[in-house]
């Protein structure tokens, strides 16, 4: 039978329950006898089976009132006796928790007052009821598994923040999360509890004892010898920390454990519950029967097959059920118990085709017998029940529990008008529907029954070598393993796919649009409710608690793909001139045109307001959109009214911006002109989304750059935006939680191989050892056997080739997204910061997540979806399009990670030539213009494998020991990128200010960090040095060793440029040369004098090998350096060698000796010193023979020769200056620079570096005009021959 809205004409009003004489002439199709028979069938009594005919009172519809009153009567009796029989309790009838008074800290409690939220430190509340005499029992629904105790207390505990219950005397807790109980001590005490786990607390007050039990099972005596007697009850209480969460049920439902003997604190309904019952068989028999007028019979029929065909006779027995029934469906226990039962065993029975038919029944006749407000009421509470039961059912091998309640939930919402009833007041509003998509992880592996279904576990072994993992080859037994473990693996995966395939159905329920017959589709339901959900996550500004939490955020996102896509292409196969879901991305007119609601959420080019006003004239040219005057001043006074408080999270509406389409490229009569509205996200229409024949909803604005045929349905699009902004809320921070999981087992696995070995090495005799050591042994193995089942459940339900695939999709869906709306120019800046946070974020996931299971390699279009990813990242690093610091640092980061990995650094070198170097000219931008740290990573990044002694993936000191991260981008192994240096080498030879404003900032840099960490390393080495005990902040060692990092990648960097560039620094025919390389040398004489002294500064701080400090090290800076003078005073043509020569010996900081270091010659010990330790040992190069090849130690070798003779000869060719010559700045080279118009002098190097920052006078701050030689003789000479 179908409902109202499907046509059925049935009205309540139509039977009236009266017994004038009237009422049976309606009976009159039926004769007497089969009426008498029927009625009696229906309403047999519950005391007496079916009696014979002759000794049954005739019954019609004239006395049936009274049969059927007399027939739920004896009920009221036996509640009455029960109500008499109460004793031992003390406090009302229903039972609840204390908000008023019973109470220690900050604690949220929900409407019931059964749910309670910590939000404290540690939280404290009772409920109104105590016990003090019987056994009684209630149960704790665990939301969450942190840290809680749970148990009873006298009115006379006193807890405070650090005291809870379990903490005082007479009062007793279990806890779960540390796995003891408590009362006032403390022992170990039962199993660890999970989130979905429901605690029963029992407690005996006639023998004294108190005990727990979890989901059902027993966890023995907790405490004996209670306190009883006059003045002593006990009353349920718990104390949880800071954002934990509980529910209590002390009998308002049916217990999901029920202990024999032991009473609820709060009595069920029995009254009720019996006439409820009653009536339920009255109703299943009026459902099991039918009426043949003709042969004046009843007709058996199977529930499934029973039709309501509007004979008079049924409905007038349903309403009479109805009129009695439709009151007691409104109570939870009655619903719960009765109604709940009822559809779990019908769909238990049948079909799933079957049941839907009984349920749909069902709901038809609620619908048509009660009041909507009384229905609305019912399924509220249905669906709660149904949510509480999946959420907090335990997990068997086959996941039957979980399959029953998404079976029924899914008849429920087969119901079109249950289910846009349920999705505009309930799934969203007052429950969290969330949590039917989400399958729980076990934390009891054997309750899970995991053990049976993967009984052999296999883990892989790894060793590190070199920051990178190697896996060891395979034996025959661990091959066995492994294989026998992938099928228990691929067992788990297709019972888990059945929940997950339940659930997609949910989802496709709630999308359908097809159901607007008699109101608005289920879809565009949806959508509102799907936007708010969006908004409360992510702007924070509801309730904290009651946001989704991650874990459920993933399971939603990956069923909310599957259903999406497949009306996607559903669509797609009705309208052939749509795309297929594999082309999908979001129109760039969404994001301006003010049709979808992105809240506060950050746009590339900043605040949605400021783009409204510097933007307007771009949208009404390049998209025919007009910003409403009035809108704009509104968004305007709103950015100036910062101090006014936020609106509650219920009373903001989510609002579009007011636009109008003008001059559209059709042609349109005035009549046709479309204008867009404003309107709140809960008025939008099917036509403000989907569109009309001269109205393109959601689509409105189309810029000239898209495509005019459509994608899809517009509501699929908005569906797939919010998908995008889901991942970036909590989606992607969760893929990366789990994956400790994976940690966890590499590190026990590694642990037991490790006591494997010792378990080898160590002699019979010393049994003692090998005891501990097999006793280790046993503990890691179990512990392995433990998480690789578990991992096996994370990689199903997480990590499986589907959700990488889905991850996948979301990523080229936001690529070809953002393609799209960079084709916009200027309007990109609309576009909102997480379409490229996910693109970032969605590769990263793939990379490292789902591995080493399932590779990103065999995914399909691997390779194009790098080069597109590498394509965006190179050109939107530096877009000044994009404003946002963090979503321009997100960007730089991203493509420093991307030059690490050769695959990825291979997609950037396949991007095409013009866009690769827009990227290189970009990289070579002065530093100082933005954050130059990143940008120096990359340019290293291209170089590492090409330099000096650079072919390390660790450095030489660290080897030993075990890298945080393997796979962090800075330890794989070096891939330089000549294509990429080639570009770098081509714009700074053409480009006539690119290499000195780009070496200028590198070389102001490198004198900054350096000088900062010499500045740090003093300090650390003082507060070393000191008697006292004194520790050193650990954020300065980490700055210090961040400026010693940058100090060496600044010098590689140089060292590249030289390599690639030599005559930047010795073409002294070009203007800035000579003063670059008088800069370098001087730079590179201050940190060979820093580092190579003997025991000097920095040798002290280098042997104290403080944690923080470990890459700090005499290698890796001063290989950076001999590759800069290797390639200066040995690669270089002649006359630049002799140049360079000429320049780093005239610097005043030069020592030869610093050049001697380098190859294990020590400085010889002054006079009067103590000779050094024969047994110290000297740094040098020849010692890294494996960083080091022979030639290179050759250059340095034949360095260290042209040098010495250098030396030798400007030393016996120099003449002494007068210190009155020398440049007053730097006291080392003779003045020979005249500053116009000011005539201060000073020498040529220090006046030319100035300009490269400031025009200023160093003297007396005047605009310097000109810089003109000096000569003192050839200025003599003048000065006299003009006298």
């Known amino acids: 039978m179908a409902s109202k809205e499907g046509g059925m004409a049935f009205s309540r009003k139509s039977y009236k329950l009266t017994s004038d004489a009237e009422k049976s002439r309606v009976t009159g199709i039926v004769h007497e006898k089969l009426l008498n028979d029927y009625l009696h069938r229906v309403f047999s009594s519950p005391d007496h089976g079916p009696a014979a005919a002759t000794s049954r009172k005739p019954l019609n519809f004239q006395n049936l009132p009274e049969h059927l009153d007399q027939l739920l009567h004896v009920d009221d009796e036996e509640e009455e006796e029960s109500q008499e029989q109460v004793e031992g309790r003390l406090g009302p009838s229903t039972v609840v928790l204390d908000h008023t008074g019973g109470f220690e800290g900050l604690l949220l409690v929900d409407d019931d007052l059964l749910g309670v939220i910590g939000h404290s430190n540690f939280g404290t509340i009772r409920s109104t009821t105590c016990v003090y005499k019987g056994k009684w029992i209630y149960e704790v629904l665990i939301s969450s598994q942190g840290l809680m105790q749970i148990g009873w207390c006298t009115i006379n505990c006193r807890f405070n923040q650090e005291e809870g219950v379990g903490d005082t005397h007479n009062s007793y807790a279990y806890d779960g999360n540390r796995v003891r109980k408590w009362n006032v001590t403390t022992t170990n005490y039962g199993k660890a509890w999970a989130a979905g786990d429901i605690v029963s607390c029992l407690i005996d007050l006639d023998e004294g004892t108190l005990s727990f039990s979890l989901n059902g099972v027993s966890l023995g005596t907790a405490f004996e010898n209670l306190s009883r007697g006059l003045g002593m009850a006990y009353f349920p209480a718990i104390?949880?920390?800071?954002?934990?969460?509980?529910?209590?049920?002390?009998?308002?439902?049916?217990?999901?454990?029920?202990?024999?003997?032991?009473?609820?604190?709060?009595?069920?309904?029995?009254?009720?519950?019996?006439?409820?019952?009653?009536?339920?068989?009255?109703?299943?028999?009026?459902?099991?029967?039918?009426?043949?007028?003709?042969?004046?019979?009843?007709?058996?029929?199977?529930?499934?097959?029973?039709?309501?065909?509007?004979?008079?006779?049924?409905?007038?027995?349903?309403?009479?059920?109805?009129?009695?029934?439709?009151?007691?469906?409104?109570?939870?226990?009655?619903?719960?118990?009765?109604?709940?039962?009822?559809?779990?065993?019908?769909?238990?029975?049948?079909?799933?085709?079957?049941?839907?038919?009984?349920?749909?029944?069902?709901?038809?006749?609620?619908?048509?017998?009660?009041?909507?407000?009384?229905?609305?009421?019912?399924?509220?509470?249905?669906?709660?029940?149904?949510?509480?039961?999946?959420?907090?059912?335990?997990?068997?091998?086959?996941?039957?529990?979980?399959?029953?309640?998404?079976?029924?939930?899914?008849?429920?919402?087969?119901?079109?008008?249950?289910?846009?009833?349920?999705?505009?007041?309930?799934?969203?509003?007052?429950?969290?529907?969330?949590?039917?998509?989400?399958?729980?992880?076990?934390?009891?592996?054997?309750?899970?029954?995991?053990?049976?279904?993967?009984?052999?576990?296999?883990?892989?072994?790894?060793?590190?070598?070199?920051?990178?993992?190697?896996?060891?080859?395979?034996?025959?037994?661990?091959?066995?393993?492994?294989?026998?473990?992938?099928?228990?693996?691929?067992?788990?995966?297709?019972?888990?796919?059945?929940?997950?395939?339940?659930?997609?159905?949910?989802?496709?329920?709630l999308l359908n649009n097809k159901d607007d017959n008699g109101g608005e589709a289920s879809?565009?339901?949806?959508?509102?409710?799907?936007?708010?959900?969006?908004?409360?996550?992510?702007?924070?500004?509801?309730?904290?608690?009651?946001?989704?939490?991650?874990?459920?955020?993933?399971?939603?996102?990956?069923?909310?793909?599957?259903?999406?896509?497949?009306?996607?292409?559903?669509?797609?196969?009705?309208?052939p001139r749509t795309s297929f879901s594999e082309e999908a991305y979001v129109p760039p007119q969404i994001f301006y045109n003010g049709k979808v609601d992105y809240f506060d959420l950050q746009r590339l080019g900043g605040l949605l307001s400021h783009l409204r006003k510097t933007l307007k004239d771009d949208l009404a040219s390049k998209a025919n959109i007009l910003i409403d005057p009035l809108e704009l001043q509104a968004t305007t006074m709103d950015d100036l009214d910062e101090d006014e408080e936020p609106a509650p999270a219920a009373a903001q509406v989510p609002r579009t911006a007011a636009v109008?389409?003008?001059?559209?490229?059709?042609?349109?009569?005035?009549?046709?002109?479309?204008?867009?509205?404003?309107?709140?996200?809960?008025?939008?229409?099917?036509?403000?989304?989907?569109?009309?024949?001269?109205?393109?909803?959601?689509?409105?604005?189309?810029?000239?750059?898209?495509?005019?045929?459509?994608?899809?349905?517009?509501?699929?699009?908005?569906?797939?935006?919010?998908?995008?902004?889901?991942?970036?809320?909590?989606?992607?921070?969760?893929?990366?939680?789990?994956?400790?999981?994976?940690?966890?087992?590499?590190?026990?696995?590694?642990?037991?191989?490790?006591?494997?070995?010792?378990?080898?090495?160590?002699?019979?005799?010393?049994?003692?050892?090998?005891?501990?050591?097999?006793?280790?042994?046993?503990?890691?193995?179990?512990?392995?056997?433990?998480?690789?089942?578990?991992?096996?459940?994370?990689?199903?339900?997480?990590?499986?080739?589907?959700?990488?695939?889905?991850?996948?999709?979301?990523?080229r869906v936001c690529l070809r997204t953002i393609e799209h709306g960079d084709r916009t120019g200027s309007l990109f800046a609309f576009m909102p910061e997480f379409y490229l946070s996910v693109a970032i974020n969605s590769y990263s996931a793939l990379k490292n997540y789902f591995g080493p299971v399932h590779s990103m390699e065999e995914l399909p279009g691997y390779e194009e979806t790098l080069t597109r990813l590498a394509a965006i990242l190179a050109k939107h690093f530096a877009d000044t399009r994009i404003v946002g610091t963090d979503i321009r640092d997100s960007l730089m980061q991203a493509l420093a990670s991307y030059v690490c990995y050769p695959n990825s650094l291979r997609a950037v070198e396949r991007i095409p030539e013009e866009q690769r170097i827009a990227m290189v000219k970009n990289l070579l931008a002065p530093y100082e213009q933005r954050p130059w740290a990143q940008t120096n990573w990359i340019l290293v990044r291209l170089w590492r494998g090409c330099g000096f002694g650079y072919r390390y993936t660790r450095l030489p000191h660290l080897l030993k020991t075990k890298p945080e991260d393997a796979s962090l981008p800075s330890l794989q192994k070096p891939c330089p990128s000549t294509l990429l240096q080639q570009h770098m080498a081509d714009l700074l030879r053409e480009g006539s200010d690119v290499a000195p404003s780009f070496l200028n900032s590198v070389l102001n840099q490198l004198n900054w960090a350096f000088s900062e960490f010499i500045g740090m390393i003093q300090e650390i080495h003082q507060a070393a040095e000191r008697l006292e005990r004194n520790f050193v902040d650990s954020r300065q060692l980490k700055v210090c060793a961040t400026c010693?990092?940058?100090?060496?990648?600044?010098?590689?960097?140089?060292?590249?440029?030289?390599?690639?560039?030599?005559?930047?620094?010795?073409?002294?025919?070009?203007?800035?040369?000579?003063?670059?390389?008088?800069?370098?040398?001087?730079?590179?004489?201050?940190?060979?004098?820093?580092?190579?002294?003997?025991?000097?500064?920095?040798?002290?701080?280098?042997?104290?090998?403080?944690?923080?400090?470990?890459?700090?090290?005499?290698?890796?800076?001063?290989?950076?350096?001999?590759?800069?003078?290797?390639?200066?005073?040995?690669?270089?043509?002649?006359?630049?060698?002799?140049?360079?020569?000429?320049?780093?010996?005239?610097?005043?900081?030069?020592?030869?000796?610093?050049?001697?270091?380098?190859?294990?010659?020590?400085?010889?010990?002054?006079?009067?010193?103590?000779?050094?330790?024969?047994?110290?040992?000297?740094?040098?190069?020849?010692?890294?023979?494996?960083?080091?090849?022979?030639?290179?130690?050759?250059?340095?070798e034949q360095m260290l020769a042209h040098l010495t003779s250098a030396s030798a000869q400007a030393a016996a060719a120099s003449l002494p200056t007068s210190e009155e010559d020398l440049c007053p700045i730097c006291y080392a080279h003779p003045i020979s620079a005249v500053f116009q118009p000011c005539g201060h002098k000073s020498c040529k190097a220090c006046i030319d570096q100035h300009l490269m920052n400031n025009k200023d006078c160093f003297f007396c701050k005047a605009t310097i005009v000109s810089v003109e030689d000096w000569d003192k003789a050839a200025n003599a000479s003048a000065t006299s021959s003009a006298a």
């Open 523 to 575: 879809r565009y339901i949806f959508l509102t409710k799907f936007r708010k959900f969006l908004q409360e996550n992510a702007s924070g500004r509801g309730n904290t608690p009651m946001l989704c939490p991650p874990e459920y955020m993933v399971c939603f996102l990956h069923r909310l793909i599957s259903a999406l896509r497949f009306y996607w292409d559903e669509y797609k196969a009705s309208n």
């Open 239 to 509: 104390s949880l920390s800071f954002k934990e969460s509980v529910a209590f049920n002390f009998g308002s439902r049916p217990l999901r454990y029920p202990v024999a003997g032991y009473r609820p604190l709060q009595d069920p309904p029995s009254a009720d519950l019996a006439r409820a019952q009653r009536l339920l068989g009255c109703f299943r028999a009026a459902l099991s029967v039918e009426l043949d007028p003709v042969e004046g019979r009843l007709v058996e029929k199977e529930t499934s097959e029973w039709r309501l065909q509007g004979q008079p006779t049924i409905l007038l027995t349903l309403a009479h059920i109805f009129h009695h029934f439709a009151p007691l469906l409104r109570e939870v226990y009655v619903v719960e118990a009765v109604l709940m039962s009822f559809l779990l065993g019908v769909v238990e029975a049948g079909s799933p085709e079957q049941a839907q038919t009984v349920v749909h029944q069902v709901l038809d006749l609620l619908w048509l017998f009660m009041e909507d407000y009384e229905v609305q009421d019912c399924l509220k509470q249905l669906l709660m029940s149904l949510l509480r039961l999946y959420r907090f059912s335990p997990i068997v091998p086959d996941l039957s529990l979980q399959i029953r309640y998404l079976r029924l939930t899914i008849a429920i919402l087969s119901h079109q008008k249950s289910r846009k009833f349920l999705l505009s007041n309930v799934l969203f509003d007052v429950l969290r529907s969330v949590v039917f998509f989400y399958i729980k992880s076990p934390l009891r592996v054997e309750e899970a029954g995991l053990q049976e279904l993967i009984p052999t576990t296999w883990w892989p072994h790894r060793s590190p070598r070199e920051g990178k993992e190697e896996v060891k080859e395979e034996t025959s037994e661990e091959r066995l393993r492994r294989r026998a473990y992938e099928r228990g693996c691929q067992r788990l995966k297709k019972r888990i796919e059945v929940v997950e395939e339940l659930q997609v159905q949910i989802l496709k329920l």
């Open 1044 to 1196: 010693f990092d940058l100090s060496v990648s600044l010098l590689r960097v140089l060292e590249m440029t030289i390599t690639l560039v030599p005559e930047i620094f010795l073409d002294w025919a070009r203007p800035t040369s000579e003063m670059l390389l008088r800069r370098l040398a001087q730079l590179l004489n201050q940190v060979l004098n820093r580092v190579t002294a003997e025991r000097n500064l920095f040798d002290r701080v280098v042997t104290l090998r403080l944690p923080g400090l470990e890459s700090v090290d005499h290698y890796p800076i001063l290989v950076a350096v001999t590759g800069i003078l290797v390639r200066l005073l040995v690669h270089g043509p002649a006359s630049g060698t002799e140049k360079a020569t000429s320049v780093l010996l005239a610097d005043p900081c030069f020592q030869l000796r610093s050049i001697s270091y380098l190859l294990g010659q020590p400085e010889p010990p002054a006079p009067g010193t103590a000779l050094p330790a024969p047994d110290r040992k000297h740094f040098s190069l020849q010692s890294y023979t494996d960083y080091i090849n022979v030639e290179e130690l050759a250059q340095v």
């Open 660 to 811: 109008t389409l003008m001059t559209p490229r059709r042609p349109l009569s005035a009549s046709e002109k479309v204008k867009v509205r404003t309107l709140s996200a809960e008025q939008r229409t099917r036509e403000d989304i989907e569109g009309s024949q001269w109205n393109e909803g959601l689509l409105v604005g189309r810029p000239p750059e898209e495509p005019d045929q459509p994608l899809t349905e517009n509501s699929l699009l908005e569906v797939l935006d919010g998908a995008v902004m889901m991942y970036n809320l909590s989606v992607h921070q969760q893929l990366g939680k789990m994956v400790g999981v994976s940690d966890d087992v590499n590190e026990y696995a590694m642990a037991l191989r490790d006591t494997e070995d010792k378990l080898r090495r160590c002699p019979k005799r010393r049994k003692d050892i090998l005891a501990e050591l097999t006793k280790s042994q046993k503990v890691f193995s179990e512990k392995l056997d433990h998480l690789s089942r578990r991992l096996a459940w994370v990689h199903a339900t997480v990590y499986s080739q589907e959700k990488m695939q889905d991850i996948y999709w979301l990523l």
